[in-house]
């Protein structure tokens, strides 16, 4: 649907005193639209910014200031916000994210609560997978549509010196409990790093081919608490099909992308001859963030641990919907701050054109842990 009203004609509506029930629905109508003509209707909720592991293009060494009790969104806070989204503002799928949403001992009834609010909602969760072992039935039965892993070796030392902990074989089982209680597709994220695990590209898509998982390369983000992140470092899209080709054949994959960041390939093994083997193994996905931006057709919206709005991954604002929440507003007054932050949502990466590699782009002072991945 085209946005036919922009956020400032509904401004001047209500600031000129059409009624409630006009400005309500035409508020409806517009939902969380931008200024280049995007809407978002998928609601990413970073449940909070701690975290497990420590891997090396995301969180430091020693970790990070974690937030307070108090400064993170309770379980009711949150279903307050989700039904927000979905009732007023036309979010139509949410992912849980973080940090490490397993580490929140109350992830099971925050995902029971917006089942039972949200019958139809499809909820997925992004974990690193420390723990799923043990909750994957419950968050199942819960009402969890889906799970993403992330998983960037099965080198017991490669995992250790990408994440800095030695827990491959914990994630592991996870992962695979994920399946056998249903939580699928289960898909893998792994990141590849130059001179560390890009060697693995064809043995992680075997395994994940192997096993039924949906495998999906991503190209590693300015987004790291060290800043050391570099185009030249960076293992492009590119590059990845090219290690992959190898020793397998892949096709584009001729469904629609619909605004997902992956890119899809269907995938045929190599055989011995070069030629590739006439049975469809199953499919990888690339997601290009940097060399092959997906930022036109972006539909997210991004809500922090501490309940701030982001408009893009690489916002330099934020705008506080908690506080909003807690001083008593009504739910209009939320939703339409909401909406003011989306309307400012950047054209791409943060900026009002693309190109995480420009010169002028500035990497956000929070790292993709605490923003929410
Ligand atoms: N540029 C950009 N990259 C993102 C964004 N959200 C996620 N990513 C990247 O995409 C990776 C995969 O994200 P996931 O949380 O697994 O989920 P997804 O790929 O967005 O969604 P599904 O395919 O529907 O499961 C993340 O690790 C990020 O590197 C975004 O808003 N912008
Ligand atoms: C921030 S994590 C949060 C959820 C969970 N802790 C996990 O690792 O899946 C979400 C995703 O962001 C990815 N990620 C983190 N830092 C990144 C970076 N600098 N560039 C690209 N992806 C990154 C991770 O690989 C992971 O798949
Ligand atoms: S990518 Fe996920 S698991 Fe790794 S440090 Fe960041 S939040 Fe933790
Ligand atoms: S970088 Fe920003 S605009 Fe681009 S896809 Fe990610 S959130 Fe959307």
């Given at each position: 649907?085209?946005?036919?009203?922009?956020?400032?004609?509904?401004?001047?509506?209500?600031?000129?005193?059409?009624?409630?029930?006009?400005?309500?629905?035409?508020?409806?109508?517009?939902?969380?639209?931008?200024?280049?003509?995007?809407?978002?209707?998928?609601?990413?909720?970073?449940?909070?910014?701690?975290?497990?592991?420590?891997?090396?293009?995301?969180?430091?060494?020693?970790?990070?200031?974690?937030?307070?009790?108090?400064?993170?969104?309770?379980?009711?806070?949150?279903?307050?916000?989700?039904?927000?989204?979905?009732?007023?503002?036309?979010?139509?799928?949410?992912?849980?994210?973080?940090?490490?949403?397993?580490?929140?001992?109350?992830?099971?009834?925050?995902?029971?609560?917006?089942?039972?609010?949200?019958?139809?909602?499809?909820?997925?969760?992004?974990?690193?997978?420390?723990?799923?072992?043990?909750?994957?039935?419950?968050?199942?039965?819960?009402?969890?549509?889906?799970?993403?892993?992330?998983?960037?070796?099965?080198?017991?030392?490669?995992?250790?010196?990408?994440?800095?902990?030695?827990?491959?074989?914990?994630?592991?089982?996870?992962?695979?409990?994920?399946?056998?209680?249903?939580?699928?597709?289960?898909?893998?994220?792994?990141?590849?790093?130059?001179?560390?695990?890009?060697?693995?590209?064809?043995?992680?898509?075997?395994?994940?081919?192997?096993?039924?998982?949906?495998?999906?390369?991503?190209?590693?983000?300015p987004l790291?608490?060290?800043?050391?992140?570099?185009?030249?470092?960076?293992?492009?899209?590119?590059?990845?099909?090219?290690?992959?080709?190898?020793?397998?054949?892949?096709?584009?994959?001729?469904?629609?992308?619909?605004?997902?960041?992956?890119?899809?390939?269907?995938?045929?093994?190599?055989?011995?001859?070069?030629?590739?083997?006439?049975?469809?193994?199953?499919?990888?996905?690339?997601?290009?963030?940097?060399?092959?931006?997906?930022?036109?057709?972006?539909?997210?919206?991004r809500?922090t641990?501490?309940?701030r709005v982001r408009s893009c991954l690489f916002s330099h604002e934020e705008s506080?919907?908690?506080?909003?929440?807690?001083?008593?507003?009504?739910?209009?007054?939320?939703?339409?701050?909401?909406?003011?932050a989306?309307?400012g949502k950047p054209k791409a990466h943060g900026m009002d054109?693309?190109?995480?590699?420009?010169?002028e782009y500035v990497q956000p002072q929070r790292t993709?842990?605490a923003i929410?991945?």
């Open positions: 649907m085209k946005t036919f009203l922009g956020l400032p004609a509904l401004q001047s509506l209500r600031l000129g005193g059409a009624g409630a029930s006009t400005t309500d629905a035409l508020s409806g109508a517009l939902g969380l639209a931008d200024r280049y003509g995007r809407r978002a209707t998928d609601l990413r909720l970073s449940l909070t910014d701690k975290c497990n592991l420590r891997c090396t293009y995301c969180m430091p060494a020693g970790g990070l200031e974690w937030l307070s009790r108090q400064q993170l969104m309770s379980a009711s806070e949150i279903a307050r916000l989700v039904r927000i989204g979905v009732e007023q503002l036309g979010i139509r799928e949410l992912r849980l994210t973080g940090g490490e949403p397993l580490v929140r001992p109350d992830l099971v009834e925050i995902v029971g609560t917006i089942r039972t609010n949200h019958p139809k909602l499809p909820i997925s969760l992004t974990t690193n997978g420390l723990g799923l072992d043990k909750k994957a039935r419950a968050l199942k039965d819960a009402g969890l549509t889906r799970i993403n892993v992330s998983l960037d070796s099965l080198h017991r030392d490669t995992f250790a010196q990408l994440t800095r902990r030695p827990l491959l074989d914990r994630v592991l089982a996870g992962i695979e409990e994920a399946g056998r209680v249903g939580l699928e597709p289960v898909k893998v994220n792994s990141v590849l790093m130059r001179g560390i695990n890009d060697g693995e590209a064809s043995r992680l898509l075997d395994w994940a081919l192997t096993n039924g998982f949906e495998l999906r390369f991503i190209e590693q983000m790291d608490a060290d800043h050391s992140w570099t185009r030249e470092d960076m293992i492009t899209a590119a590059e990845i099909r090219g290690l992959l080709e190898r020793d397998f054949v892949l096709t584009p994959d001729p469904g629609r992308r619909d605004g997902a960041p992956a890119e899809r390939w269907k995938v045929r093994r190599r055989q011995s001859d070069g030629t590739a083997d006439g049975r469809i193994a199953g499919s990888v996905g690339i997601i290009a963030s940097v060399t092959e931006p997906f930022c036109a057709d972006c539909r997210r919206t809500v641990a501490e309940g506080d919907l908690l506080q909003l929440l807690r001083s008593g507003a009504d739910d209009a007054a939320v939703a339409w701050r909401w909406q003011e989306m309307w054109h693309t190109g995480l590699d420009a010169p993709m842990s929410g991945g």
